[in-house]
Nanobody, 130 residues
């Protein structure tokens, strides 16, 4: 079964850190751009960070630059999102998604939601609260 599975979410205090993981099963991540997206209740989904298939290009939403780091391990078909200095915000579900790189124009466009993704995970909930 082809799927992406996220893990690592939870409750964290403001200023704390979380490390989210996205693991692929039933397929490998070779050739795929991977993106992390988040959606809070009543808000539109937002692209947080994306990484190219060869790990030579990354994109971050302006609000998270300098605090989030995306990385990938193609050998183990995993992508991680290290989130530091977390701010108190609405709870959000963070989901990872994959799209074949040759089908899109840029990773920025992927994060901006210009393209349909090939695979989505179900997400993991992140709550930043005292």
């Amino acid at each position: 079964q082809v799927q992406l599975v996220e893990s690592g979410g939870g409750l964290v205090q403001p200023g704390g850190s979380l490390r989210l993981s996205c693991a692929a099963s039933g397929f490998t991540l070779d050739g795929y751009i991977i993106g992390w997206f988040r959606q809070a209740p009543g808000k539109e989904r937002e692209g947080v960070s994306c990484i190219s298939s060869s790990d030579d290009d990354t994109f971050y939403v302006d609000s998270e630059k300098g605090r989030f780091t995306i990385s990938r391990d193609n050998a183990n078909s995993t992508v991680t999102l290290q989130m530091n200095s977390l701010k108190p915000e609405d709870p959000a579900v963070y989901s990872c998604a994959a799209v074949k790189q040759y089908t899109v124009g840029s990773i920025k466009g992927v994060c901006w939601g210009y393209y349909d993704m090939d695979h989505w995970g179900k997400g993991t909930l992140v709550i930043v609260s005292p």
